[in-house]
């Protein structure tokens, strides 16, 4: 395993909220080198100058789709953070995943909003729930989100929703190949509505994901949604078992 590691902020933002500024100083601490940021963290700027006062790389951030009254406002925080992969996190499964033409409205979204990046040097991902993989007319979402989308849209693959979701996450990501250069790796036994774990105590097989990924995994992007135990604990258990991968 070659990839190097980050850590979705997300998992910390508890933390984040009661000392930024010390627990950025304790992310790095841990060893980690690089973070994903996003519209949770607060104030564009104020993140982009903790985030180079602890050395810490920002390789992508979630971010709203860069369209409508939310365009100029996404490329500036974009612009501030240094980074150029705009991440979208979520499009709501009740407006897009209920039926056919749900899913192709989700592909006009994105295919506007990858061509927007395009024009100011950034590029455009889309992130995973469980959600994409239920099947309509007995095809998967996702499947016909992929056939719709522009291949200038890229993905995040959030590997532990897709195995919770029933499909094979390894399978998932070889099949994307150079489309999916962030993988989300997370852990925990594999239910919704379960807290997750610490990467490497869980169900989830991480080797066959990672080797799916290769070579084209440009980053492993440690994320726990909520953790059974203390997240600080978790997040940094997460990155020594990763480290550990890499040794293998």
Not at 88 to 110: F, I, K, M, S
Request: glycine fraction near 8%.
């Amino acid at each position: 395993m070659t990839a190097p590691i980050a850590l979705q902020l997300y998992s910390v933002r508890e933390e984040l909220q009661n000392n930024f500024e010390d627990t950025l100083e304790q992310i790095a601490a841990m060893g980690y080198e690089a973070v994903e940021a996003g519209a949770f963290a607060g104030d564009a700027r104020r993140q982009a100058r903790a985030y180079a006062d602890q050395g810490l790389t920002v390789v992508a951030a979630h971010m709203p789709p860069p369209v409508g009254e939310n365009r100029q406002h996404v490329l500036d925080e974009m612009g501030e953070l240094g980074c150029t992969s705009l991440v979208v996190p979520w499009l709501d499964p009740q407006r897009y995943y209920q039926a056919v033409n749900g899913v192709r409205a989700a592909a006009d979204l994105l295919n506007e909003a990858a061509a927007v990046c395009q024009d100011h040097g950034l590029r455009l991902l889309y992130h995973n729930h469980d959600f994409e993989f239920a099947r309509i007319d007995g095809t998967p979402a996702f499947g016909l989100l992929v056939e719709a989308l522009s291949p200038d849209v890229f993905f995040e693959v959030d590997t532990y929703w897709v195995q919770t979701a029933g499909s094979d996450a390894a399978e998932v990501v070889r099949g994307l190949g150079e489309r999916a250069p962030l993988l989300h790796i997370k852990d925990g036994p594999l239910q919704r509505d379960q807290p997750m774990v610490a990467v490497g105590d869980g169900q989830m097989d991480f080797r066959s994901v990672i080797s799916a990924g290769e070579p084209y995994t440009e980053w492993l992007i440690v994320e726990l949604d909520r953790c059974a135990g203390d997240m600080m604990a978790g997040v940094a258990r997460s990155l020594d078992y990763l480290k550990t991968l890499q040794l293998t």
